[in-house]
């Protein structure tokens, strides 16, 4: 499976951006994925986790991210979103997209996007 991240770039604060992320590969293994998940690193501190969704549509965020940001998905597409409302400087970090295969538990990773908020 091969993930393919976009949307990123230099936003204001308070302003919005979309990011995406599709899932490439063969059917069986596309359908394999359970959950996909957005992580960021900011410079100097560790990979930290966004917001997750499942395949059935429950969702997870990180309390500094809840009510800005929704992580949401088309499974039809097999392509994960989160739309990132209000963004602070604290924001800016580089996004990374993750799928996890529930079979043979394993997970996947896309290339970084960076987000950058300038104050």
């Known amino acids: 499976v091969q993930l393919q991240a976009s949307g990123g770039g230099l936003v204001q604060a308070g302003g919005s951006l979309r990011l995406s992320c599709a899932a490439f590969?063969?059917?069986?293994?596309?359908?394999?994925?359970?959950?996909m998940a957005w992580y960021r690193q900011a410079p100097g501190k560790q990979r930290e986790l966004v917001a997750g969704?499942?395949?059935?549509?429950?969702?997870n965020y990180a309390d500094s991210v809840k009510g800005r940001f929704t992580i949401s998905r088309d499974n039809a597409k097999n392509t994960v979103y989160l739309q990132m409302n209000n963004l602070k400087p604290e924001d800016t970090a580089v996004f990374y997209c993750k799928a996890f295969d529930k079979t043979i538990l394993m997970d996947y990773w896309g290339k970084g996007t960076q987000v950058t908020v300038s104050s």
């Open positions: 969704i499942t395949s059935d549509g429950r969702t």
């Open positions: 590969g063969s059917a069986f293994s596309i359908n394999n994925i359970n959950t």
